[in-house]
């Protein structure tokens, strides 16, 4: 009798970093893509759960290239992606491979993105296409509610926002009924755009390749001022002012991290939470030259008007004052040509790692049992050159400036009672001792509490990894004698005491019995020099006699700049 037990595998592996949150992800997918809808149980929904976890830590378009690359034969799963997000639905929609049946029952589920998606294939039945063009028009409407009178920032809800997925240059001459549908609506377009192209011929040089029907492009404008709709995600929905490619779909209400395209401030996220207006918020993007850089934000919250639950915002945004704005850093041709070489890198060796896992996993075809586990090593080697890879991009960012950490307050002391007990299983076996020894009283810290945890693990983990057996390592967590600062003191491990101050924090790249140790623990300690810097504090070797440390120092908050961080100023 043959048992699968692959799905209680997959949900009984531990996520180790973001190789093995992309692996568990795509694992899940790919066995749920497979189960048939009478074959779903309580199990599956587990693993929707757990699908639910990895999209929150990944972000919807690293999870939306993932999708990409399976193929999805169940319609629950599909159903319940595309109310994952915009990218993740449209990479959902693009793999799924269902029957008819199962697309008639769950098109009128789907949101109006995945429906909008769903459009362009081609290879859908005839009741499957009449179903959506029953669905009508009215999809690529954007219906804002009328916001109830309430004092809210001085700003008017644009009245002119239209879902975008149909440009608004490019209207058909007459109107169209809404029982005619999307296929008359494209036809027209089409006719449109043949129109316009042999009234207006093409100046470009005859010996110029031109794709079919080319436009010349429009002439680069600055823009300074955008509305936006933006739906209780934080989603961009619709916009007015700009393309629309350029700016829907990009979700605003974030955290800075580094698979984010745009983020903000926290006071900015403080009053999105309460459900509060926006007054004078800051925003972030990384895209195009025509939106990236920063915003200043105001909006006004809007509500359903059956059940008055939270649906979003109308919101406009500006182009903060130019004596505002940070002063752009001189360019950095080396970091730029290291960025380059990375990214070059990434490309075969993400193509490496997803065949050897095609392999190992047998998605391909039966495999003898050697050359799964040679596939399985090959994979896990790729994953660790993958985060070597990040890193090596990370400290290039720091130390350059162009990567901030992201803002917020952790507490290092409750950070380190929670952290060092969690070294015991890596030092037991080989007799390590920790002394460690801090004070009761809290240290908070400028820093976001997730990327506070990963400098003070990643410090953590470097001494411990660096120790002899047997070795014993003392561990201080103290204020400074002025109060302005945490301190936190480490012992060196005789392997690191003895490196000059240059070798302490440079790689040292070797290779072990447990596979690439990619850059060793010397650019371990760089990367965290790199953190601690961009935090306003040191990382430095303790010149005083005695055991040889590393010693930490970072500023604490003081009461003054609690209060800043609560108000936004």
Do not use: K
Not at 69 to 91: D, E, K, M, N, Y
Not at 190 to 196: D, H, T, V
Not at 454 to 466: E, H
């Amino acid at each position: 009798m043959f048992v699968d037990d692959r799905l209680d595998t997959v949900l009984h592996t531990p996520v180790a970093g973001r190789a093995g949150t992309n692996t568990q992800l795509r694992q899940l997918i790919d066995l749920l893509g497979r189960t048939a809808p009478d074959a779903w149980t309580a199990r599956h929904d587990e693993a929707l759960a757990r699908i639910d976890a990895l999209h929150g830590v990944l972000g919807d378009a690293a999870a939306a290239v993932l999708i990409g690359l399976c193929t999805l034969r169940s319609p629950r799963l599909v159903g319940h992606l595309a109310t994952l997000g915009p990218r993740t639905a449209v990479a959902a929609i693009n793999r799924a491979r269902l029957s008819d049946a199962h697309w008639l029952d769950l098109v009128p589920a789907l949101p109006i993105h995945a429906r909008g998606a769903l459009r362009h294939r081609r290879d859908l039945s005839a009741p499957v296409s009449a179903l959506l063009d029953r669905l009508g028009i009215a999809d690529f409407v954007l219906t804002a509610p009328p916001v109830e009178d309430a004092p809210t920032p001085a700003i008017v809800p644009p009245d002119n926002l239209v879902q975008l997925a149909v440009p608004r240059r490019a209207e058909p001459p007459a109107p169209v009924s809404a029982r005619e549908g999307i296929g008359a609506i494209v036809r027209r377009i089409e006719a449109f755009r043949r129109n316009r192209q042999d009234a207006v011929p093409n100046q470009a040089d005859p010996g110029q390749t031109r794709l079919p029907f080319a436009e010349d492009p429009p002439a680069e404008r600055p823009v300074a001022t955008i509305d936006a709709a933006i739906a209780a995600d934080g989603t961009i929905i619709a916009v007015a002012g700009i393309e629309p490619a350029l700016l829907v779909g990009h979700r605003l209400f974030v955290e800075r991290r580094s698979d984010v395209a745009a983020w903000c401030d926290s006071a900015t996220l403080a009053a999105v939470a309460a459900r509060r207006p926006i007054v004078a918020g800051l925003i972030t993007i990384d895209g195009a030259p025509a939106i990236a850089g920063a915003w200043q934000i105001d909006a006004s919250p809007r509500f359903a008007e059956s059940g008055g639950q939270f649906a979003g915002y109308h919101a406009r945004l500006r182009r903060p004052d130019r004596a505002a704005a940070e002063p752009a850093r001189p360019a950095d041709p080396g970091a730029d040509a290291l960025q380059q070489m990375l990214h070059e890198l990434r490309t075969p060796i993400n193509a490496i790692q997803g065949f050897a896992e095609l392999i190992q996993q047998q998605m391909l075809g039966p495999v003898a049992h050697q050359y799964r586990g040679l596939a399985a090593q090959i994979a896990a080697d790729a994953a660790r050159m993958l985060a070597g890879f990040e890193d090596v991009d990370r400290v290039v960012r720091l130390e350059s400036g162009r990567l901030q950490l992201a803002e917020g307050m952790a507490d290092l002391t409750a950070l380190m009672t929670r952290l060092v007990p969690q070294l015991d299983p890596l030092i037991a076996p080989r007799a390590i001792r920790i002394d460690w020894r801090a004070g009761d009283q809290p240290l908070p810290v400028a820093i976001a509490p997730d990327e506070a945890e990963r400098l003070v693990w990643r410090l953590l983990a470097t001494i411990v990894g660096a120790a002899a057996p047997g070795e014993r390592l003392r561990l201080v967590l103290e204020s400074s004698p002025d109060g302005a600062q945490a301190r936190l003191a480490l012992d060196l491990p005789a392997a690191l005491a003895r490196r000059e101050d240059e070798a302490l924090f440079a790689a040292d790249a070797t290779r072990g019995q447990q596979g690439i140790d990619l850059l060793g623990h010397g650019f371990a300690l760089r990367l965290a020099l790199a953190e601690v810097r961009a935090a306003g504090g040191s990382l430095d070797r303790d010149a005083r006699p005695g055991p040889v440390r590393l010693v930490m120092t970072l500023p604490l908050v003081t009461p003054a700049a609690l209060d800043r961080t609560s108000t936004g100023f």
